[in-house]
Structure formats: structure tokens, C-alpha cells
């Protein structure tokens, strides 16, 4: 994980992750528990609150030709930190909102 300010938003510092073939629904949960200086295993911190692992795995995956797909991204919140999980595998993780607690950066429950 890299800090990278050129792509702060606002007070939200951006960070880069370095993913080459690591799986997202790996090292996305890392890198937000290293921002968030909390564990991720966590039990209030479970990446499938907030999205399918097996769908953020598979989103990505090369067309039915074989092709690799290039273009397109995932955004969501977890912790309170924004995600971008890129085609292009230049995932960014932005901090979390200055102005929520800590209370409130947990993934709501599933009903």
C-alpha cells in the first residue's frame, strides 16, 4: 500500500494498492485495516456485510473470448473509508471522513 496524494479526495487521504495477483477481497480488507489501524478479523469488520467476495473476485474476470477486461470499477465504503476496486487492478482506498467516529465506521448488520 502506497500513499498517493494526487488522488486525495478533500480531507480523505487516497491510498494505492499494490494488488498485481493478489485477490481484492484480500488485500482491499488488509489495506482498510491498516488505514483504520484495526484488524481485519475483526468480528465488526466483515467485508461481506458491505459486498460479495466471490462477486468482487469474479467482477474483473476476463471476458468469455479471453480477453481482459481494462475498464470499469466498484466503489463502496467499508469502515468508513471509500473503495475503488479497478479493472486495471489500481485499487485506492481513501481514508476515512474526518467527520464520522469511530462508531460509525462500522458496516451496518444484516437484517
Do not use: K, Q, W
Not at 12 to 17: G, K, S
Not at 68 to 80: D, K, S
Amino acid at each position: 500500500m502506497e500513499r498517493e496524494p494526487s488522488l486525495d479526495r478533500g480531507e480523505r487521504p487516497a491510498y494505492r494498492i499494490a494488488t498485481d495477483a493478489d485477490d481484492p477481497a484480500v488485500s482491499v480488507p488488509r489495506a482498510v485495516a491498516a488505514i483504520t489501524d484495526c484488524e481485519p478479523t475483526d468480528e465488526e469488520f466483515v467485508l461481506y456485510d458491505v459486498i460479495d467476495p466471490d462477486a468482487l473476485r469474479r467482477l474483473f474476470d476476463d471476458r468469455c473470448d479471453g480477453r481482459p477486461r481494462t475498464r470499469g470499477r466498484v466503489v463502496f465504503e467499508l469502515r468508513g473509508c471509500r473503495v475503488e476496486v479497478r479493472a486495471d487492478g489500481n485499487h485506492v482506498v481513501h481514508g476515512p471522513r474526518p467527520d464520522v467516529e469511530e462508531s460509525e465506521t462500522v458496516a451496518p448488520e444484516s437484517a
